[in-house]
Structure formats: C-alpha cells, structure tokens
C-alpha cells in the first residue's frame, strides 16, 4: 500500500516531467503553427513575405487560359468546366517534399469521398514551373492515379504544365505566391510556396480554400456538393504550410519525422495515462474493501 500512495504521488510529477520532455522534443522537431519550413530560415522574412495564399472566394479564374496536358495536347482551362466542379491544386512536379505530401493528401482523402473523378467532378493539377513539360505530367498522373487505385477514374484527372503567362494569370487569380529559389545545387529550379487546394465551381469560380496537406473527405465531399449548386463557401483560418528550402542531407524526410514525434508523443502520455488511471482505481477498490471490514 505503502508502494501504491508513493506511485500516486508521484505519479503527477512523472506525467508533468514526461509531457515537458515530449513538448521539448516536438518543439525542437517542429515549429509552431503556421511557421513549418524545410531547411534553413535566415532570410525568412523576406522571402516568405511573398509567399501567400489569399483567398479570392467568388473569383473567376481565367478559363481562356492555354495549357498542354499529360498526353501532349493543347487545351484551356475551360475544357473541363461547365457541367461539374473541380479540385485545383497548383503545384510543381520537381517538388522535393511538399507537393507530394500535398497530391497523396488528396488521393487520400478522395478515396473516402463518394463521388467519382470525371463524372462528378474534376482533379485539375497544374505545374508553376514553365520548364515542367508534358512527359513529367504524364508520370505524375500514372503515379497519383494508381495511389487513388481506381484507374476507370483517369478521365478525370489533368495534369497541366504551360507557358509563364498562363501561370502567372491563374496564379494571381487564385492568390497563390511564390517565389523561385536555388535548390541544392545552387540553380534556380525550385520554388517557395505554401500548400492549399482549391474547390472550384462549374462557372469556374472559387468557391473553397483548404490550407495544408491532410484534408478532411467529409469537407471535400461537402465543397464539391455545395459548389456543383455554385454556393460560394466562407474563408478558412489562413495557416500555412510552407515549402521553403530542400537541404537532402539534413531536411528529406523532416516533415514526416515530425508528424511520427507528434504521434508517438500523445500516444506515449495515453498509455502513461491509463496505466496511472488504472493503479488509481485499484487504489480506491482496495481502499473500499479495507473500511467495509
């Protein structure tokens, strides 16, 4: 018994003790809300002073816009509207970390969304670096359609590259900013963005933002229901999260390294947390059964 009060006792320190630890291994893997970034940050603020996404809800985006598809052809933007809504995600191909993390966020979600790509809406991925050509596309779809794994859906998917002026009009449309930087080999062949995705109505319009890289199925599927009725939605908190710099030595892997952390954290103070509930409830069983004898 003597064990069991000292364990309680100390129980509160231990978990107090085991959280601050947790929170100084997260802090020193992750920044706060709305600061992520790959890579080094001296001269953050004034580069990441352009990377925005405002949020332009009821916009047209331009749909006489040229643009060439994975297989070659040349379309414009509105070639898939007028019937049904669409995903627009704007990314690059060559992205060392964060679009990818971006396009299986969307698989993702749309596997558990019961709607299907082509009849009920469309996926509209589209490259904000003018080199990417339509070859790069091509893969991406290949890859990105076998992690959705439904290949009868390939109809309604696009994956678009095009010249500077195309991508500057859409972008600003859309209020995405970036900024080019050097990569590793000090060329100026990659880019400072931040993540969102884009629900857009048949007319073309903005109707939806969703910030980050994990998106909820049940507010896509409702996004695309509410914008298939051309209802524009409401502005969401604007947290970013940001594509900065890819240092493959150091910064490959750091965002899922700190998404494991996170996890490993909350479900380390859990168990931590059953275990001291359950010695307390056998504390208070044995307690009851000695002041009933």
């Not at 969307?106 to 469309?122: C, E, I, K, W, Y």
Request: net charge positive; aromatic share 8%.
């Amino acid at each position: 018994m003597a064990n069991r009060r000292t364990i309680r006792k100390a129980a509160p320190a231990l978990l107090l003790g085991l959280v601050s630890c947790l929170s100084a291994v997260s802090s020193a893997q992750v920044s706060s809300i709305g600061q992520k970034q790959m890579g080094p940050v001296n001269d953050k603020p004034s580069l990441l002073s352009k990377v925005t996404i405002e949020q332009h809800l009821n916009q047209q985006i331009p749909l006489n816009l040229p643009f060439v598809d994975e297989t070659g052809k040349s379309i414009t933007l509105g070639s898939y509207f007028g019937s049904k809504p669409a995903i627009l995600a704007l990314v690059y191909y060559n992205c060392p970390i964060l679009c990818s993390e971006e396009m299986q966020g969307v698989t993702s979600a749309l596997r558990m969304v019961h709607l299907t790509p082509g009849r009920d809406f469309n996926v509209i991925v589209v490259s904000i670096d003018p080199s990417e050509g339509p070859a790069l596309a091509e893969s991406k779809k290949v890859f990105y359609l076998k992690q959705y794994g439904k290949p009868e859906t390939a109809d309604g998917w696009h994956f678009l590259t095009g010249p500077q002026s195309s991508i500057d009009a859409l972008t600003h449309a859309v209020g995405f900013g970036y900024v080019r930087i050097k990569g590793p080999d000090g060329k100026l062949d990659q880019f400072a963005h931040a993540s969102a995705i884009q629900i857009v109505t048949p007319q073309g319009k903005l109707a939806q933002y969703y910030m980050g890289v994990e998106y909820s199925p049940k507010d896509l599927l409702l996004g695309l229901m509410e914008a298939s009725s051309n209802k524009i939605g409401s502005p969401v908190q604007n947290i970013l999260t940001y594509c900065y710099h890819y240092d493959p030595t150091t910064n490959t892997h750091s965002l899922v390294v700190a998404r494991i952390v996170q996890i490993a954290g909350a479900f380390t103070v859990l168990l931590l947390g059953g275990f001291m509930l359950l010695g307390f409830k056998k504390d208070i069983g044995s307690n009851k059964k000695a002041g009933s004898r």
